[in-house]
């Protein structure tokens, strides 16, 4: 029997692979939850905060449909706040074109993906230059038996 919770277990994993084979993501750094070392540069955290599920039965029958959403972010960084806005909005459309327009099938059928509410916070560094968060949500919905 195929869970939900590992079935997100399964997409997440599968993206993490495919947003780090793309070319247009090369240099950006991948990873499933942020890491306690200090990242310095471009990368993307899949998952920043809890992953919320909503479970339902199709029409009274045994075919079980799953709507997952994931938070996570991208952070990018560059010498002006416009050069640093626009490659942490460039590395928010690779991981959009890869999520929607390459979807991932887990469970039974993966059935609509959306990268949604993105929120971008500019950060000047210390050194110089700023740093843009982009905070975004991940949501897919899957029909898992």
């Known amino acids: 029997m195929t869970t939900v919770a590992a079935t997100a277990a399964t ?7 495919a947003l780090e084979a793309r070319a247009g993501l090369a240099g950006v750094r991948v990873d499933m939850t942020a890491p306690r070392d200090g990242v310095v540069g471009d990368w993307i955290v899949l998952v920043s905060d809890a992953i919320s599920e909503d479970r339902e039965f199709v029409n009274n029958t045994r075919q079980r449909e799953t ?4 938070r996570g972010f991208v952070e990018a960084r560059d010498g002006t706040f416009i050069e640093a ?14 999520a ?14 959306n990268v949604q509410r993105v929120r ?4 000047p560094l210390e050194a110089g230059g700023y740093a843009v968060r982009g905070f975004f949500e991940l949501a897919y919905a899957a029909r898992i038996t």
Not at 85 to 98: F, K, N, S, T, W
Not at 100 to 113: F, M, N, W, Y
Request: proline share 5%; with cysteine.
């Open 120 to 123: 971008w916070l500019p950060t």
């Open 11 to 17: 997409y997440l994993t599968a993206l993490e692979a």
């Open 100 to 113: 929607v327009k390459h979807p991932i099938d887990v469970g039974r059928q993966t059935r609509v993906v």
């Open 67 to 70: 709507t997952v959403v994931c």
């Open 85 to 98: 806005m626009a490659r942490a909005g460039a590395i928010v459309d690779e991981l959009e074109d890869e």
